[in-house]
């Protein structure tokens, strides 16, 4: 049972009712989300920003998400992302290794390699070391490597108001979530 009730959709008004109405699956975490009424708006564009205008590939954010969600034990997000993962290409052996903190095993080609090593040290350190960075750069446009922080620290972002207000589990809808963000973003 979440902390702080959920928000009910039908309370609310303007942009947040719109947004609401727009959803293709009200989640929980949206619904909590929305609690912070300055903020719903900023947040739901920045996550569909990363979703579906990013230059990082879809494999590589949902890889970074994933690694963010194990890390912080964001059960909330691995449940969505785990089927987004799958849509998009990632494999299930490499979602295993994820789960496991598995993130050098040979499911990796040498830039998820280099990506999943900048993710851990961006999560765990902040900083990231020279010989992470460059690999990172050996792979990774400016572009990505900047866009890599950003999905990580609004995925940490994420974990962290979940886990903290106890959010109820949705069943996985992350894939319809992710389908109907694709709609609104083009």
């Known amino acids: 049972m979440a902390r702080l009730p959920l928000i009910d959709p039908a309370s609310t008004s303007g942009d947040i009712r719109a947004s609401f109405d727009r959803m293709p699956v009200v989640l929980n975490i949206f619904r909590m989300m929305a609690h ?6 900023p ?4 996550a569909n920003s990363i979703l579906h ?12 998400i994933l690694q963010v969600a194990q890390w ?3 059960e909330y997000e691995w449940r ?3 089927p987004i993962a799958l849509g998009v290409g990632v494999t ?8 496991r903190g598995r993130y050098e095993d040979a499911a990796f080609n040498p830039a998820e390699n ?3 090593a900048f993710g851990r040290e961006v999560i765990e350190n902040v900083r990231v070391s020279a010989p992470v960075f460059a690999a990172m750069r050996q792979h990774f ?4 490597v900047v866009e890599s922080i950003l999905a990580i620290g609004f995925y940490m972002t994420m974990a962290r108001l979940t886990e903290a207000t106890e959010v109820d589990l949705d069943p996985a809808a992350g894939m319809t979530v992710f389908e109907g963000g694709k709609k609104r973003s083009g």
């Open 36 to 41: 912070a009424e300055a903020n719903f708006i």
């Open 43 to 46: 947040a739901m564009r920045f």
């Open 53 to 64: 205008r990013q230059k990082l590939s879809h494999v590589n954010r949902e890889l970074l």
């Open 72 to 74: 912080e034990h964001g």
């Open 80 to 82: 969505q992302h785990v």
């Open 92 to 99: 299930q052996r490499q979602i295993d290794c994820i789960e």
């Open 114 to 116: 280099a990506l999943l």
């Open 141 to 144: 446009s400016e572009q990505e």
